[in-house]
């Protein structure tokens, strides 16, 4: 399948970041070379190894792939759903070859095997566009667990969210901050797309932009020991500190530059439910500016108001969140190049007060709204702050407020690989795209909570479960 061009094809799957780090050209070969599939010879575009995903300077080994799999499958299904035609194919089956679809009801390789699933309905694996994998409940009240949890022990439990995650279907998320676990989030990806560990592939953040008093700078601790402990986010308090912050993510290897462009509900008006905003559209134009630069897109945790405004302005990727939404950022964002992520569910979990009721209330009549006004929706949760492995509740939210079964899961699948740059390689079951595949019980176009009974899941081309013949992953597994 055709890829669409991305306008940052230079650093999406291929190493010549490290010269532009270096301050040389990307040359003109650097672009995506297309894998050829050994069976018919002919290349497939859109489907490589996940370690050429890897940016620098994770990749620093002469050997990208160092295992080459070539193990063929037949899945047969009841449904096989395409989510961006919205085709159900009824009794057919996908061919997997390798890490690579070839298609549905394609030519089938000699010595394949064949998976038979009955009644399910088979699709593309889930993309969740916003999660936390080292973030848990404990971590959000006082005493931080920067304070008392090391790194690596986060890393650990980073690797326990993201089996959880790969459990439910989701074979793809976009980790927005690893919540000052020292840059967890590009180890675990590195480890996951070399097959070390089972996970979902990775697309991550890092740490975030902030500012001093804002969101994520850690209120509450003792101002003497503040400079020691690991920070959950970096401080932008000058225009001059936004472009060397930027870069310093680049450095680190983030695949993307997320930032708070409103801070918390603490410094919401309980009143007017106006948020405060950090940051205004001519710094977020330098940060936005500075990130394409590179190649990386930009997210920004907004909840509403006018930083939202200069978000969409300045061309930001996404806006997280949103509960806030005036009228005018709807109309703004159904006439921008911008997504929304809305997360309904991280808030649904948590209505305590009366603030908190008002607040989803809010998250509620904006998500119609913006359903009506025809504003790009792509699929996220900010799972972490709530248990891993049960963020599929969003999709029960998004139809509860009116989204369509197959619109919900556009989001998770087509529409998510539009918002990643990475249309045609996963969030669809065609020829050439990366062997990313869940199958549900039952037929979540009918009724979206089949959604949740996940009986089959295959990453990157290896069967992660398969509860007809009682499959789980053990540590086999591991590729390495
Ligand atoms: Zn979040």
Redesign the pocket.
């Known amino acids: 399948m055709a890829r669409r061009a991305s306008p940052f094809p230079s650093l999406r799957r291929t190493l010549p970041g490290l010269l532009l780090l270096a301050g040389v050209s990307a040359p003109a070969s650097a672009a995506i070379q297309p894998h050829v599939n050994q069976t018919q010879g002919q290349p497939v575009s859109g489907c490589t190894a996940r370690t050429e995903n890897l940016k620098p300077p994770q990749v620093p080994f002469g050997q990208q792939n160092p295992v080459a799999e070539d193990k063929a499958y037949v899945l047969r299904a009841a449904r096989i759903l395409e989510p961006a035609s919205g085709q159900v194919t009824q009794g057919g089956y996908v061919v997997v070859r390798g890490t690579c679809i070839l298609g549905v009801n394609a030519a089938i390789p000699a010595g394949a095997e064949t998976v038979e699933l009955g009644d399910v309905t088979l699709m593309p694996g889930l993309i969740d566009l916003?999660t936390?994998l080292f973030l848990r409940d404990e971590d959000q009240v006082w005493p931080y667990s920067i304070l008392w949890k090391t790194s690596p022990y986060r890393t650990i439990e980073g690797v326990d969210a993201a089996i959880k995650t790969l459990n439910i279907g989701f074979t793809t998320v976009r980790d927005?901050?690893d919540e000052g676990a020292l840059d967890s989030d590009t180890a675990l990806r590195d480890a996951i797309a070399r097959g070390v560990v089972p996970g979902p592939q990775m697309i991550v953040a890092g740490v975030p932009l902030t500012i001093t008093g804002g969101d994520m700078n850690l209120p509450l601790v003792n101002p003497e020991i503040q400079p020691h402990v690991p920070q959950p986010a970096e401080m932008i308090d000058s225009d001059a500190a936004i472009v060397p912050a930027v870069r310093e993510r680049i450095k680190r290897g983030s695949d993307l530059i997320k930032v708070y462009v409103t801070s918390t509900r603490r410094q919401t008006d309980p009143v007017t439910m106006m948020p405060f905003s950090q940051f205004d559209v001519q710094q977020m134009r330098t940060i936005v500016q500075e990130a394409h630069r590179y190649g990386r897109d930009v997210a920004a945790?907004g909840y509403g108001g006018p930083a939202v405004e200069a978000a969409v302005a300045a061309g930001v990727r996404t806006i997280?969140h949103g509960p806030l939404l005036t009228d005018q950022n709807i109309a703004s964002l159904a006439k921008s190049d911008t997504y929304w992520v809305p997360t309904l569910i991280t808030y649904a979990v948590r209505q305590n007060t009366d603030f908190e009721k008002r607040f989803v209330a809010h998250h509620r009549d904006a998500f119609r709204k913006a359903l009506k006004a025809g504003v790009k929706i792509g699929f996220g949760t900010?799972v972490g702050?709530f248990p891993h492995g049960t963020q599929n509740g969003e999709f029960d939210l998004m139809v509860s407020y009116g989204m369509k079964p197959l619109d919900a899961i556009r989001a998770a699948t087509s529409v998510a690989a539009t918002v990643l740059r990475l249309d045609g390689q996963v969030g669809t079951l065609a020829a050439g795209s990366d062997a990313d595949i869940v199958a549900v019980a039952g037929d979540p176009l009918q009724a979206i909570a089949d959604i949740h009974k996940v009986r089959f899941v295959m990453t990157d081309g290896r069967i992660f479960r398969n509860d007809v013949t009682d499959q789980r992953f053990d540590w086999e597994w591991s590729r390495r």
């Open positions: 916003h936390h927005l901050d945790h997280e900010d702050s």
